[in-house]
């Protein structure tokens, strides 16, 4: 019987260990990767907030009605174009500003508090009317094909009537002339682009992704369970003293400890590359595809912040078991010495 009992210990013991380490893994991932402030911690380490140009001109370029109101040179521009142009736009603080609004319209998203993922454009239409949005319009007009004679007949005929100036790379002499004017189309412009741009929508009817996302967490938050479960008959198997508890309860903890410290250092670069490949693979249903690549590079740098946790949580349960480990022998060498 009590053979059997032991077997039964082991076999629970190593089930304790398995699961505590995916509960560790699922839990913290839960607990963190929904959270605004991570990622706002992520986008300063990582630099993420100076790709922000490179995510608005590819909302532009994605959605022809974020474009249709435009002159319709500026509906045809490319994606360095508008890069080039909203990172002239904009200055770092702005670049923070929207990319804190949009971490929040997404975990509002996500959280079940709204029903679509927006990136607000007003700290752009309030800098296109100021020097900066003059100097952004000459980036553009610098990624265009030189005027012709024709144009820049054109141009200064459109400059004294006040009409709107051709769409090309115009000489130096010009600039002074077309800064009030360039300047006058900015303001007008910005009266006219949309206030918001919408990214994801989840419209009446649809199947919403977020269900499974959901029903996942839920999951995740209940998976401590299991281990707990797997501890519990593991007790009632095998613990019948101090002594017995402490080493039964103690291997079983400086295992997963040690594994799971483990798995946050050197796993994070394996996970990180394998939700970067799902992410690109499946986010399409959800991403417009040039926000794909995007996204899983931010999920692969969460990755690390997501097991910086685990290591630490991993050193506490190694600790612990171990002392609890080596009290159990302390008190099994003391029961020999006082029954010799």
């Not at 609004?101 to 239409?125: A, E, G, R």
């Not at 990180?272 to 249903?285: D, E, H, N, P, T």
Request: hydrophobic share 50%; proline share 5%.
């Amino acid at each position: 019987m009590e053979s059997i009992k032991k077997v039964l210990a082991v076999f629970f013991s190593i089930a304790f260990v398995v699961t505590a380490i995916f509960a560790l893994v699922f839990f913290n991932f839960e607990r963190r990767a929904f959270k605004t402030e991570i990622y706002q911690q992520v986008f300063a380490s990582e630099d993420f907030y100076n790709r922000i140009p490179s995510v608005l001109a590819n909302a532009m370029i994605s959605s022809p009605a974020n474009v249709q109101d435009l002159p319709l040179a500026m509906q045809g521009m490319s994606t360095q174009a508008w890069e080039g142009f909203f990172r002239t736009l904009l200055p770092q603080d702005t670049l923070k500003l929207i990319g804190d609004d949009v971490l929040h319209s997404t975990f509002d998203y996500l959280n079940m508090q709204s029903n679509s993922v927006i990136i607000s454009l007003l700290p752009i239409k309030a800098n296109m009317g100021t020097e900066s949005g003059v100097q952004a319009v000459f980036t553009l007009l610098q990624t265009q094909p030189a005027c012709t004679l024709e144009q820049i007949a054109q141009m200064t005929f459109n400059l004294l009537n006040g009409h709107e100036i051709a769409f090309c790379n115009p000489p130096e002499q010009l600039a002074p002339l077309l800064t009030p004017v360039i300047q006058a189309q900015m303001q007008t412009a910005a009266l006219i682009i949309p206030s918001e741009v919408t990214l994801i929508s989840v419209e009446s009817g649809q199947t919403d992704p977020r269900e499974r996302i959901q029903n996942a967490r839920t999951l995740m938050k209940l998976s401590p369970l299991v281990p707990l479960a797997f501890l519990l008959l593991l007790t009632l198997t095998i613990v019948n003293s101090l002594q017995s508890w402490l080493l039964w309860w103690g291997a079983p903890f400086a295992s997963t400890g040690i594994i799971a410290s483990l798995v946050a250092v050197t796993g994070a670069p394996v996970i990180g590359v394998i939700l970067k490949r799902v992410i690109i693979q499946r986010a399409s249903s959800i991403l417009p595809s040039s926000f794909s690549e995007y996204a899983s590079d931010l999920a692969s740098a969460m990755i690390g912040a997501i097991m910086r946790p685990i290591f630490w949580e991993g050193l506490l349960l190694f600790f612990m078991g171990s002392g609890m480990v080596l009290i159990s022998i302390y008190l099994g060498r003391r029961a020999q010495n006082k029954r010799s």
